[in-house]
């Protein structure tokens, strides 16, 4: 499965932006995929997940209310709509897919030992 991320670009703080993701293949319908970001001198962090099967959900506290990921099993495409975007924000984007994928309370969900593909990523620059 190879992921293929774009979206980023450059946007003042309290703008928007639309990641997208397009996998050449879906993984299992147990699976799904996940957004993570990398931050310079940081380590990468988990943003946000979503499951196929059911459209299940979860976010990081750092973007919970700002961002929203979404969908489109037709196209193997997930969307990740970034909203009152801030300078904390910035970050290179990857989007990583998951053979399987649950949302239970040990949070493996957001190790990226998860995750069995990854994209290159996507840059993301917030002005103050």
């Known amino acids: 499965v190879q992921l293929q991320a774009s979206g980023g670009g450059l946007v003042q703080a309290g703008g928007s932006l639309r990641l997208s993701c397009v996998a050449s293949?879906?993984?299992?319908?147990?699976?799904?995929m996940g957004w993570f970001r990398q931050a310079p001198g940081k380590e990468r962090e988990f943003v946000a997940a979503i499951r196929w099967v059911d459209a299940r959900s979860t976010y990081a506290n750092a973007v919970k209310g700002r961002f929203t990921i979404s969908k489109d099993n037709t196209k193997a495409t997930v969307f990740l709509q970034m909203n009152n975007l801030q300078p904390e924000d910035t970050a290179i984007y990857y989007c990583?897919?998951?053979?399987?994928?649950?949302?239970?309370?040990?949070?493996?969900?957001?190790?990226?030992?998860?995750?069995?593909?990854w994209g290159q990523g996507t840059q993301v620059t917030v002005s103050s």
């Open positions: 990583a897919a998951a053979n399987m994928l649950a949302f239970g309370t040990d949070y493996y969900y957001a190790r990226e030992g998860r995750y069995d593909y």
């Open positions: 293949a879906l993984t299992f319908r147990s699976g799904g």
